[in-house]
């Protein structure tokens, strides 16, 4: 009976990671992604720390909404939400700050606008919304954090190569940026069906 809860979270973290990656299928958290990605230094770290924040959001946020719940103020959730969200990555914020300052520097505006990531709340929201365990609310958490680390990192490394090819003058910069982002969601598609 252990492995079998075992085997259920890692599919579910590899769903959330692979096949339903919330930024290549529901374009969630496109501004860090397009924003950050130019150095893979800079993508790296902020996948680390949206990691970091949806799935301390998700742990916080899942007790809370059950509570909300017994309470029947259950709508109250959204408004909750942002606000655990907002400490939170004020939280990370200062820790960044004062143990990477080259870090912080590299994600500038970008660090404080994880409080308005769509991917942080929407993990929180789409877990209250559909019910979820704590245990498959935190498998999405880590799914979605590591899937976002994954293609922020891998656009990152992409978008270098591009820098140096021999791109057409309309295609430079942010459109070609769109069309790789494309291709990618294209290619994680292609894992639908091996893993469910």
């Known amino acids: 009976m252990g492995w079998n809860l075992i085997v259920a979270f890692l599919l579910a973290v590899a769903n959330a990671m692979l096949i339903n990656n919330v930024t290549l299928s529901r374009f969630y958290g ?36 059950q509570l909300l719940d017994i309470c029947g103020i259950a709508y109250m959730d959204t408004i909750t939400y942002i606000l655990v969200i907002a400490s939170i990555v004020q939280l990370v914020e200062m820790f960044i700050k004062k ?16 409080t308005t990531n769509c991917a942080v709340l929407g993990v929180a929201q789409g877990n209250s919304s ?13 799914g979605t954090g590591l899937g976002f680390a994954l293609i922020i990192f891998v656009f990152s490394c992409i978008r270098y190569r591009l820098d140096a090819a021999n791109v057409p003058k309309a295609f430079k910069g942010i459109p070609i940026a769109l069309a790789t982002a494309a291709l990618m969601s294209l290619a994680f598609l292609g ?6």
């Not at 559909?130 to 880590?142: H, N, P, R, V």
């Not at 894992?191 to 469910?196: A, Y």
């Open 30 to 65: 496109v501004c860090p992604f397009l924003g950050v990605s130019k150095k893979s230094s800079s993508a790296l770290g902020m996948g680390v720390a949206v990691t970091f924040v949806i799935v301390l959001a998700a742990a916080i946020c899942w007790p809370i909404y």
């Open 99 to 114: 143990f990477s300052p080259s870090l912080y520097k590299s994600l500038g505006v970008y660090l404080p606008l994880i």
């Open 191 to 196: 894992l639908s069906g091996m893993i469910g």
């Open 130 to 142: 559909q019910g979820l365990d704590f245990g498959t609310s935190m498998a999405e958490a880590i």
